[in-house]
């Protein structure tokens, strides 16, 4: 791979300077949050930086990551044909990450799906934020629980940026104040972050209380809770 990459970039670079000889090269890939690929000259030698996207890509887009950065770099237009199949391939491999990584993140902590059989969890939080947060919170994933346990009604885990609630509560029995209160409890722990690393404890500071209290059917949802 690495051998097939610097030859690529040999070839790249003997199009665009063919008197100059390819000087000592060094590419490395990293995990870049913003797709950034870094080309610079240090005392002679060539220093590449790709990002991990690009790994494993075809020949053809390497050779066209290869023709816009060092393009770039000599201050050449970049051909157009080049742009566009660098920008294709990223745009896919983006997607599919994306995929990729939501299917790991439900695997590993075993989330379902936000749809239940009575309720839709993202609904919820879509109208709960509109009517208690301004629309400002961030949704994360939406999750019923697995199984239907009852040790927690439900938990915010900033870990997995997840809300999972007990699955007991998908049931046309619970009424919808019951299961809003539910939902709108772990959307203020979202509200209200508590740094503690690696615990599950459900810390509720004075502001946390306080705009508990601002939901309508707080003594309602806690008797029924309560009863269940
Ligand atoms: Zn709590």
Request: proline fraction near 6%; charged fraction near 25%.
């Amino acid at each position: 791979m690495s051998a097939k990459i610097h030859h690529i970039f040999e070839t790249t670079f003997h199009d665009l300077r063919p008197r100059t000889p390819f000087p000592e090269t060094k590419i490395e890939f990293f995990a870049f949050a913003n797709l950034n690929n870094t080309i610079r000259m240090r005392s002679g030698k060539l220093l590449v930086r790709l990002s991990d996207l690009l790994e494993g890509a075809p020949e053809s887009v390497l050779s066209s990551i290869a023709h816009i950065l060092l393009a770039k770099m000599y201050r050449r237009p970049i051909a157009s044909e080049h742009a566009t199949r660098y920008r294709r391939y990223i745009a896919s491999r983006a997607i599919s990450r994306k995929a990729h990584l939501l299917r790991q993140i439900r695997g590993r902590k075993r989330l379902d799906h936000p749809q239940g059989r009575t309720y839709d969890l993202d609904a919820i939080f879509r109208d709960l934020n509109s009517r208690f947060f301004h629309g400002m919170l961030a949704r994360p994933l939406m999750s019923w629980s697995p199984s239907a346990a009852r040790n927690s009604l439900g938990h915010y885990d900033p870990a997995h940026n997840a809300i999972v609630i007990s699955r007991v509560f998908d049931h046309p029995r619970v009424p919808q104040y019951a299961i809003e209160y539910i939902v709108y409890h772990e959307m203020l722990h979202l509200k209200h972050p508590v740094k503690l690393r690696g615990s599950r404890r459900c810390v509720h500071s004075t502001a946390f209380l306080e705009d508990e209290r601002q939901f309508p059917r707080l003594e309602d949802a806690k008797k029924f809770l309560k009863e269940l």
